[in-house]
């Protein structure tokens, strides 16, 4: 199962999609434009059946095979969300809107999938039911969890989940995996510090909020320094501070935190929260002041099911010759995690070559790696759906 033909002969055709994507971004459930496109691309393949609106936004379509001996489903997901970003490539296809981006490379998610969907849809080479999934609002906003309590698993009868993204650093169309946590669970907290505001010349009148922000941003580090056993991940970031006065002689009254807790482990999740609340409470208690704690739990772990694992990687080393199965885990979020919660699957990384990393103005997805990942999403169906002999 090398790389198929058939995508060397529709990569003009695919990356003709990919750039038109990537020069209209939308963010978030906003989509509209590229899921009414990728709605209609679908139905031109001839995909049996196409289904708008799931999780608000997003599109299902489903492609049956020359049979269906077992009742097999797997669905294939892609993501088709921008960021708010500003775009420096230059590139001749560069975003039409001002402020927004395909900096993640879901454009080229997308466009592989549908590539692969159209394979599938001409070939149907498997026994069983391919479901291709296209996904709003990853960055952020939960489209995954949207689409399953939408009814994505139970009204597809959906068995196994597989998806995929690009890795800038990794070799164009080479493959890294891992079973077990693959991303992190990704977490954000607010932190509101309240003493009490005076005039910077006397701070012995006041409770000063920021000196207590200080000493909070600092005692948050020993969670995972001195609480979280050091062969476990957890990342805790402090990542703004503000106050309600900008003076240069005012003392605030208030100081607000905001930040973000990475784990790879429920039980270092729990740590996490629990120790963030434990240590802002306690030092602005010891200084006289209050500490209000928001946290809020983001996406959960990726956790790559083993055997699922093992089926990624197989079909990725006949793809690309080879596959890394010793990925170290990232601390971003994903949340395919959602749908791998649901059912059995994984999530596989495809390199993207030497360019700007992921989230940056600069970066671009390597239209190269086209071929390698439809030639794995579409792989994926027949190796997991084979045609009885």
Avoid at 205 to 212: A, G, Q
Avoid at 292 to 319: C, F, I, K, L, S
Avoid at 381 to 386: F, L, N, Q, S, Y
């Amino acid at each position: 199962m090398p790389v198929k033909n058939r995508f060397a002969e529709l990569l003009p055709e695919i990356t003709a999609w990919r750039r038109d994507f990537h020069q209209h971004p939308e963010l978030l459930y906003e989509v509209h434009r590229t899921a009414g496109k990728v709605a209609g691309l679908l139905r031109g393949f001839g995909v049996d059946e196409v289904v708008e609106g799931i999780g608000r936004t997003g599109v299902v379509g489903v492609i049956r095979g020359k049979s269906d001996s077992r009742g097999r489903v797997v669905g294939l997901r892609a993501d088709m969300d921008a960021l708010p970003i500003r775009e420096i490539t230059g590139a001749e296809y560069a975003s039409a809107t001002p402020g927004i981006m395909h900096a993640c490379g879901h454009d080229g998610h997308t466009a592989m999938l549908l590539g692969a969907a159209k394979y599938l849809a001409e070939t149907r080479n498997f026994d069983g039911t391919a479901v291709v999934i296209f996904q709003p609002a990853e960055e952020g906003g939960g489209g995954g969890l949207a689409m399953v309590e939408d009814g994505l698993v139970d009204r597809w009868g959906i068995q196994e989940f597989f998806g995929m993204h690009n890795m800038p650093g990794l070799p164009t169309g080479s493959f890294a995996i891992r079973e077990g946590a693959m991303m992190a669970a990704a977490d954000q907290f607010d932190i509101v510090v309240t003493g009490k505001g005076g005039h910077a010349a006397k701070p012995h009148e006041t409770i000063d909020t920021t000196l207590v922000s200080a000493q909070i941003i600092v005692a948050l580090q020993s969670i995972v320094s001195r609480n979280v056993d050091p062969l476990k991940n957890g990342v805790v970031s402090v990542c703004v501070v503000e106050t309600d006065s900008t003076a240069h002689n005012v003392i605030p009254q208030v100081v607000m935190l905001k930040g973000t807790a990475r784990s790879l482990d429920a039980g270092v999740r729990d740590q996490l929260e629990e120790g963030i609340n434990r240590v802002a409470a306690n030092i602005a208690a010891a200084f006289g002041a209050k500490a209000e704690v928001d946290y809020q739990r983001g996406y959960p772990v990726t956790m790559n099911h083993p055997e699922a694992t093992g089926h990624a990687a197989e079909v990725a080393r006949q793809v690309a010759g080879g596959v890394d199965l010793d990925m170290v885990p990232l601390m971003a979020g994903e949340d395919f995690s959602y749908m791998l919660n649901e059912r059995p699957g994984a999530y596989i990384f495809i390199g993207n070559g030497d360019t700007a990393m992921l989230h940056h103005g600069a970066y671009d997805f390597d239209d190269d790696a086209i071929p390698a990942g439809a030639s794995w999403y579409a792989g994926m169906i027949e190796a997991r759906m084979p045609v009885p002999a």
